[in-house]
């Protein structure tokens, strides 16, 4: 009996280069009996739509794209009640946040290959205000936007380096966001520069956690608040936990863990997902839904 699966290809993801590789793809699937259906992005946002109408009888849908792409598969697996559909991703994007943490192989069109070799994981995904999904990071603030204000000619020519260039630019206005932070049993009124909620080690290129040291189906996220320092000795103090990937004993950084974050800001806040633009808001809720897609992993070898 045949394996059903569906590929999702983003042409513009990695440097464009990927449609000479679709015959390569398509040849590595059905050697291993895979019934091959395969369906090439066309626009933004047009990932889930493809996953809504053509995912009947699917065993696998394997992603080949950026983290934007593959944020769509995932909602759309979620609002098509897809709990028995394993996702693949070849990891093509500019950054690859949560590759990264997985560990699994850049840019490696050879993964499919071995597709049926890969090791199953039910991550754990957030729910954003009830009508959104991340697989890794919801932020606001001073470098969040790096993401998607970086374009795709720079991204092309510089790969990384285009978001470090951007980031340093961000780094010259810092605005400050007034707002009430709840979690667990803890109610909190700060200002704050930056705030992210994520499960992943690295976020918009940057790696703010150890190897190993996030769980990716634990229930719970990782939350870092980032206050405005008083001094040019403040920021050098919230650098030196960024190097030290320690957050504990900081007062200009606020590190929790949990399942749910609840956010009332002052005045709108521009958010990002997954190194998306998700819009302007002032109340956020941010919920952790364990467990709730199964992930293949096919993880290089160090």
Same mark, same amino acid.
């Given at each position: ?39 090439? +992005? ?17 065993? =696998? ?7 934007? +792409? ?16 394993? =996702? ?27 597709? =049926? ?9 957030? /729910? ?52 009430? =932070? ?61 190097? /030290? ?10 590190? +929790? ?14 958010? +990002? ?30």
């Amino acid at each position: 009996m045949s394996i059903k699966i569906l590929v999702i290809i983003n042409p513009s993801s990695g440097k464009g280069k990927i449609e000479e590789k679709i015959d390569e793809i398509k040849k590595n699937l059905e050697e291993q009996n895979m019934e091959v259906e395969i369906v090439l +992005t066309q626009k933004t946002k047009n990932a889930k739509k493809i996953i809504d109408e053509h995912n009947e009888e699917k065993d =696998l849908i394997l992603v080949c794209g950026g983290d934007g +792409t593959l944020n769509e598969a995932v909602s759309a697996m979620i609002e098509n009640d897809l709990k028995d559909v394993t =996702l693949s991703f070849v990891p093509l994007g500019t950054t690859n946040d949560l590759a990264r943490t997985l560990n699994i192989p850049i840019k490696d069109i050879s993964v499919t290959k071995k597709l =049926l070799q890969t090791t199953a994981k039910r991550i754990d995904i957030g /729910r954003w205000n009830k009508d959104k999904y991340f697989c890794y990071v919801a932020a606001f603030g001073v470098i969040t936007d790096v993401s998607y204000i970086t374009s795709q000619k720079a991204k092309h020519k510089y790969g990384r380096l285009a978001y470090y260039i951007n980031a340093i630019k961000e780094l010259i206005k810092i605005p400050t966001f007034k707002m009430k =932070l709840k979690y667990d049993d803890k109610h909190i009124e700060d200002e704050f520069i930056y705030g992210g909620i994520t499960n992943s080690e690295s976020i918009a290129g940057f790696k703010w956690f150890a190897r190993g040291e996030i769980q990716l189906d634990d229930g719970v996220f990782e939350g870092i608040f980032i206050r405005k320092p008083r001094t040019i000795f403040g920021y050098f103090k919230i650098l030196s936990s960024f190097f /030290r990937k320690d957050y504990h004993e900081n007062e200009y950084i606020l590190f +929790t863990q949990s399942k749910n974050f609840e956010i009332e800001a002052e005045d709108n806040i521009k958010w +990002t997902i997954d190194g998306e633009f998700a819009g302007e808001e002032r109340n956020v809720k941010i919920e952790n839904m364990q467990k709730a897609i199964e992930l293949a992993i096919y993880q290089k070898e160090e």
